[in-house]
Structure formats: structure tokens, C-alpha cells
């Protein structure tokens, strides 16, 4: 059922217990990546423990096999292991709010694009795995859909909540109340569309992340970007909305077989120590590196590349979930 008691979701920037990150481990949906994804969610995951001045890193694997590589690759990490369809935990993975206890959100792979075995119930599975008090939530929601400044204030896309393919039945003041109900966001700033050829129809966590109170990062279109009007609007709707928007240099067009991929600085995560930015290999990567760092001088900002781990569709912010606390 849907919880009726009063709740608050901390900014990503508040401090972590720990944090869960998924560890590849079908090798065939990975082919070939399977090795050099896993290289670059260990580097990810070394970047967020920062030597033990981080969080506890749990890297999740989907079986004993996958798991004595992660132990073996990660001997800094806890290694549990919670069978899934794929590593993406901000959108499979419970949502932890500021008493401790969790939110299970249904999951439909994408809009029913991916139907993996084990995405739909790992989030019940990890809750229990940290003795958390769980709340289930009656409708379709992935993490990577919103994000939150600490305040009540949540950012997303018209693309991605308001498709039908999620939750047909609910209304845009529907879902703005259970958003209410369920994390404690009283206030919902909505963007229209998300990167092109994201799958996920459009996901925050590509496009706008909050930076601090009231305070959101919103790519700037480099040369022959395919992406230019989405920023554009985005920053557009933000400002309107009475949020200070500040700029990150995009990575531009970036094409793996030929085809443009939903690259992101935007997918960085916030640990206690570091920011952890994915680069691809792109003109502007050192240039993110620096404008991030500037947004949080009392963290390192490190950049890792996250080639590999773009092949499944998403980069480090996609494949973690924090605990606060």
C-alpha cells in the first residue's frame, strides 16, 4: 500500500551508510563488454570508497560467479549476492527516505521494453538485506526518473512520468501527490523531454541534477549536438520555475556503431567524498571535470570512463543507490 505518513527523501548529497552498485554480470546481454564494464564499475566503485574516507561500497551481483570476480576485482567493496535482469539499481533498487526505512516503487521494465527476471523484486530483496521497514508503492516509478534538492523540491520529465506506457491510469496532479505521499517531494518541476535514444523515455538523471538547494545543472549544447534543443528547453522550464540553473559542457554527438547515444555528464554521482563523472572519450571531458568540481569544492571530483558500461544504456549514476544516513 501507499504510505500516508509524513516522509522526507535527503538530496543525494546528504551523507550515505553506503551505497548499493550493480556489478555486470550476464554475460550474455554484455558480450564482449561483459570484462571492461566490470572494470569500470570497480574503477567507479574504488572512486566512491575513496580509500575509506567514501561510503561502504555493496556491489551487487547476480550470482556466486559474478560474485567471486567482484570480491576478487573489489577486495575494498562488500560483495552480496541478489539475483536481477541487469545492474541498473537507481531504477530496481529501494529508495531509502530520511527515517531509514524504504520505498519499493513497481518496476515494468522501462515502459515494458526490458523484462528481465528479478529487476521487478530486487528492490524488496535488498531492503531486507539491510533490515529496512518497507513501504510498497502501488505504481510505477524508477529512481533515475527523478531527482531531489532536500527541500521538497523534485525535478523530472513530462517523457518519462507522464507516459503511458508507466502508469496509464494516474493523472499529472495524481502523481504530483503521490510524490507527495510516498518520498516527501511537495513540489514537482517539470521538464518536458530527455536525451535522444535514451530508452528510458527521458530520465532526469540524463538531462538535470540538483547541485544544491534550489540549484540545478543543466548541460550546455557543444558543436553539432543532438541534444541542443533539449537543453535549451530544459534550462528554459527550470528558470521559469524559480531554480538557479547553472551550466556543465555536454559531450556532444556520441556515436558507438554508428548510432547516437544518450551520453551524459549529468550522470555523475554524489558521494560522501567524491563526485564520480562519467567521460566518454569526448572533446569536453577534462572541461565537465573542472565546471563539476566547481559546484563542490568540499568533494574531489573525479572523472571515469564509462565507455563500456554506456553499451547497456546508462553510466554510473544508473547503476547506484545510496542509503542515507
Known amino acids: ?10 538530496a543525494e548529497w546528504a551523507h550515505h551508510k553506503a551505497v548499493w552498485i550493480g556489478f555486470p554480470s550476464h554475460a550474455d546481454l554484455w558480450l564482449d563488454d561483459l570484462e571492461p564494464a ?23 551481483a547476480a550470482d556466486v560467479g559474478s560474485a567471486t570476480t567482484a570480491k576478487r576485482l573489489a577486495p575494498f ?4 549476492v541478489e539475483p536481477f535482469g541487469d545492474i541498473w539499481l537507481r531504477d530496481t533498487a529501494p529508495i531509502i527516505v530520511a527515517d531509514g526505512s524504504a520505498r519499493d516503487f513497481q518496476f515494468n521494465g522501462w515502459g515494458g521494453k526490458y523484462d528481465l527476471p528479478g529487476d521487478d523484486t530486487i528492490g524488496q530483496r535488498l531492503a531486507a538485506s539491510r533490515h529496512k521497514q518497507v513501504e510498497t508503492c502501488a505504481w510505477v516509478l524508477e529512481g533515475g526518473a527523478i531527482d531531489g534538492d532536500g527541500t521538497g523540491t523534485v525535478v523530472t520529465t513530462q517523457q518519462c512520468l507522464l507516459n503511458r506506457n508507466r502508469n496509464p491510469s494516474l493523472t ?25 535514444n535514451d530508452h528510458t523515455d527521458g530520465h532526469v538523471d540524463n538531462l538535470a541534477r540538483f547541485v544544491g538547494e534550489g540549484r540545478v545543472a543543466i548541460p550546455q549544447a557543444a558543436d553539432n549536438d543532438p541534444n541542443w534543443q533539449v537543453y535549451q528547453n530544459a534550462a528554459r522550464d527550470a528558470a521559469a520555475a524559480g531554480l538557479t540553473v547553472v551550466t556543465i559542457p555536454s559531450p556532444g554527438r556520441v556515436l558507438r556503431d554508428e548510432e547516437v547515444v544518450p551520453a551524459s555528464y549529468m550522470n555523475f554521482y554524489i558521494g560522501n567524498a567524491a563526485v564520480v563523472v562519467p567521460l566518454y572519450g569526448a572533446e569536453n571531458d577534462q572541461a565537465a571535470v573542472v565546471a563539476i568540481q566547481a559546484l563542490f569544492p568540499d568533494r574531489e571530483v573525479v572523472g571515469q570512463r564509462a565507455d563500456h ?6 553510466s554510473f549514476h544508473c547503476i547506484s543507490q545510496q542509503i542515507p544516513g
Open 309 to 314: 558500461i554506456l553499451t547497456g544504456g546508462g
Open 77 to 80: 567493496a562488500e560483495v552480496v
Open 38 to 60: 566490470r572494470d569500470e564499475v570497480v574503477a567507479f566503485a574504488r572512486a566512491v570508497h575513496a580509500e575509506g574516507r567514501g561510503e561502504t561500497v555493496i556491489l551487487v
Open 172 to 196: 499529472k496532479e495524481e502523481i504530483e501527490a503521490r510524490l507527495a505521499s510516498d518520498l516527501g517531494y511537495t513540489r514537482v518541476v517539470w521538464l518536458g523531454d530527455g536525451l535522444v
Open 1 to 10: 500500500m501507499t504510505t500516508t505518513t509524513a516522509v522526507s527523501t535527503p
